[in-house]
């Protein structure tokens, strides 16, 4: 079984959409927790970490549910330039190992 | 740019030969990670490096190996190419090893044939 599960996607939505995203993990020692971002064919940026309270950046909202082990990212007012690959990253306990997802694939259409 | 650069960005090799991919970490940053990537897949760990020792492991195999330098520059080593190490080698650094803000270089895109 995979330490961090997504929906593949894709996700096709309109311009000014709101999507979510939701992701799962298996460990339940899982200690912190990220949102990457990935354009095609280039390297992961951090989008924002995941705290345990929500957290919003602009127009997106991060969300972790411990009992459920599951963190969700909702985009709202989607724009073109939203378009990539969103990867969820989990740190298992072990302070140097960061296991990300395969990846929700978004795109946002005119 | 992340201020993280890999080379060489491209390769080719056959099965069971060797290569040596190079990573030099941003500015001030002590700790290389390194990670595969194979299509359509996130990122896999396969180790990290934090002032010159290896510092955790992923589920890859001894013929993975590395190496970390006083500049904290970092070498990845893949001996005996197989088919399925065709892949994305990303290296990440951070200013500290337990951070989850990893800075990523662009990759070194790995063909195996």
């Known amino acids: 079984r995979k330490e961090v599960e997504q929906d593949p996607g894709p996700f096709n939505v309109p311009e000014g959409a709101t999507v979510a995203f939701n992701c799962t993990y298996s460990?339940?020692?899982?200690?912190?927790f990220f949102w990457y971002r990935q354009d095609c064919r280039k390297e992961p940026k951090l989008l924002m970490s995941?705290?345990?309270s929500g957290n919003e950046d602009g127009r997106f909202t991060a969300q972790l549910n411990r009992a459920s082990q599951y963190i969700s990212l909702l985009i709202r007012d989607s724009k073109l330039s939203d378009s990539a690959t969103y990867l969820c990253v989990v740190n298992i306990g072990n302070f140097n190992k960061f296991y990300f997802g395969s990846g929700t694939k978004l795109n946002v259409k005119p | 740019e992340t201020g993280v650069t890999q080379s060489p960005t491209h390769l080719i090799k056959t099965r069971g030969q060797q290569v040596t991919l190079r990573c030099s970490s941003q500015?001030?940053?002590?700790?290389v990670s390194w990670y595969q990537q194979a299509l359509g897949q996130g990122p896999q760990f396969i180790f990290q490096y934090y002032r010159e020792e290896e510092n955790g492991r992923g589920n890859f195999p001894p013929r993975f190996s590395g190496l970390q330098f006083p500049n904290y520059s970092s070498e990845l080593n893949v001996n005996a190419l197989e088919l399925d190490d065709s892949a994305l080698y990303l290296c990440a650094s951070s200013a500290t090893q337990n951070t989850g803000e990893l800075f990523f270089g662009e990759g070194s895109r790995l063909t195996v044939l």
């Open positions: 995941v705290y345990s």
């Open positions: 500015s001030g940053h002590n700790t």
């Open positions: 460990n339940s020692a899982s200690q912190s």
